[in-house]
């Protein structure tokens, strides 16, 4: 899809066409399911351009799964509903017992105390993200090998916190 915009920054019909025609040949297989990740980032250019295809794309068997954050419906608030075969599916926080479930599957064997846990999973308020990063940026810095006493363990208050801080130790 990189490189479908001519000088002017709008969408040749010619490359959609062709994005097109290449979707419907993977379907032509058995069917293709095609991923867009995060469009609340996307720019109108991206989304006007799915929107046109899933429209015309109707004799082939192909799926869109289109993720993202809510702003994106501020955005575009008819984004996913309202057309035939199109749905909008929105996601809550993970509950309690949750993400204590999803923290033990993550964690695998290896287990943490559960002052630790209890500290994850207040802090992460639901996030699934939150809990992956804070597991894998405690196994990168040795702490739950060395099983290190829960107070000498910080455990950010945000996700930004905790990918900051992830990022500047890279």
Request: with cysteine.
């Amino acid at each position: 899809i990189i490189g479908l915009t001519d000088a002017k920054g709008s969408t040749s019909e010619e490359a959609e066409w062709a994005v097109r025609r290449l979707f419907e040949i993977l379907a032509e297989g058995g069917g293709l399911v095609v991923v867009f990740e995060d469009l609340h980032w996307a720019e109108s250019l991206l989304l006007d351009m799915i929107d046109r295809i899933s429209e015309r794309a109707v004799d082939a068997p192909l799926m869109f799964v289109c993720t993202g954050r809510p702003e994106l419906l501020e955005v575009r608030p008819g984004w996913g509903g309202g057309r035939l075969n199109s749905a909008t599916i929105f996601l809550d926080s993970l509950g309690e017992d949750e993400t204590r479930q999803l923290i033990a599957n993550v964690l695998g064997p290896k287990g943490a105390s559960a002052e630790i846990v209890d500290r994850i999973v207040a802090a992460s308020e639901g996030n699934p993200l939150f809990v992956e990063q804070m597991i894998a940026a405690l196994d990168d810095d040795g702490l739950l090998d060395a099983g290190a006493p829960p107070e000498e363990i910080s455990v950010p208050d945000s996700i930004q916190s905790l990918l900051a801080a992830r990022i500047d130790g890279l």
